[in-house]
């Protein structure tokens, strides 16, 4: 994409932005994939900049406030809880200026109580998640942009599944597992919500075994469709797990999340 400021130089009008857009569209999409997938995040960082500015040449705020709030996963995977902070000030600030929809902004809280659990804030994250459940309650599914895929009403229940924020919600509510939407059931390609819909149980051995092989099973998916972070949280499951290592269900996980495949994968990236 090195030709793309050349290209819009030469285009002037709606054709302009509407390239633009695609640029700005295209450029995310590479960001996801280099932050996400490939875990890159320097180079990620990178990417959402020129998305930014692609977005700024199609006037799209909507576009901006998706762009920036990606952009805030990478301090905030780091812990940097003011620079996180301030780019999803400015992804709110942006997506005023549009018509937002309520997926959107539940989006947006749900991308904002992934860094205050990472920041250790997990009070703060629940209740972020709680307001995009509000936000969500009662409506149809994912409303927005054509570029929007990649949110639904059953997501915010998968954050609740973050090592910080589990154990108060089982405080809360059971003491036996970590609560999900049971209607979370994810579609043959959504690799990352199997990973995020994968949790542990609390004592309960049935739970842990059907909860790891749920939708398809999110250890089979990392063989096939390789997603670098939702492969991190199945091992943090395994691992939470270690004192049922006995158990048959333990060790076929065992046979899936180390694989050949999934061992070759893991070590060319």
């Keep these: 994409m090195s030709s793309a400021p050349h290209l819009l130089s030469e285009i002037t009008g709606l054709g302009r932005r509407a390239l633009a857009a695609a640029l700005a569209e295209s450029f995310l999409l590479v960001a996801r994939i280099e932050f996400f997938d490939l875990r890159q995040p320097a180079d990620a960082d990178a990417t959402l900049i020129s998305a930014l500015q692609a977005a700024g040449e199609a006037d799209s705020p909507l576009l901006g406030s998706a762009i920036l709030a990606h952009a805030a996963f990478i301090p905030g995977w780091k812990g940097q809880h003011d620079g996180a902070v301030e780019r999803m000030r400015t992804a709110r600030t942006y997506a005023r200026r549009d018509e937002a929809s309520p997926a959107f902004l539940a989006w947006l809280n749900a991308v904002e ?149 999934t061992m070759l994968t893991a070590l060319q990236r």
């Excluded at 542990?200 to 398809?216: I, K, N, P």
């Excluded at 499951?237 to 046979?255: F, G, H, K, N, S």
């Design 113 to 261: 109580a992934e860094i205050e659990t990472r920041c250790g804030n997990a009070q703060q994250a629940l209740r972020l998640i709680g307001h995009a459940e509000d936000l969500l309650a009662g409506r149809p599914g994912n409303v927005g942009p054509a570029w929007f895929d990649w949110f639904s009403a059953t997501r915010p229940a998968s954050f609740k599944g973050t090592p910080s924020c589990a154990p108060i919600i089982c405080r809360k509510h059971t003491p036996r597992c970590w609560p999900f939407s049971k209607s979370c059931q994810p579609t043959p390609a959504s690799t990352q919500c199997r990973a995020r819909r994968s949790r542990r149980g609390r004592g309960d051995r049935q739970e842990a075994r059907d909860s790891l092989f749920a939708g398809g099973g999110s250890a089979r998916s990392v063989g096939t469709d390789w997603y670098a972070m939702g492969t991190d949280r199945i091992r943090d499951v395994r691992r939470a797990l270690q004192p049922w290592a006995e158990l048959d269900c333990a060790q076929r996980l065992d046979d899936r999340l180390y694989g050949w495949q």
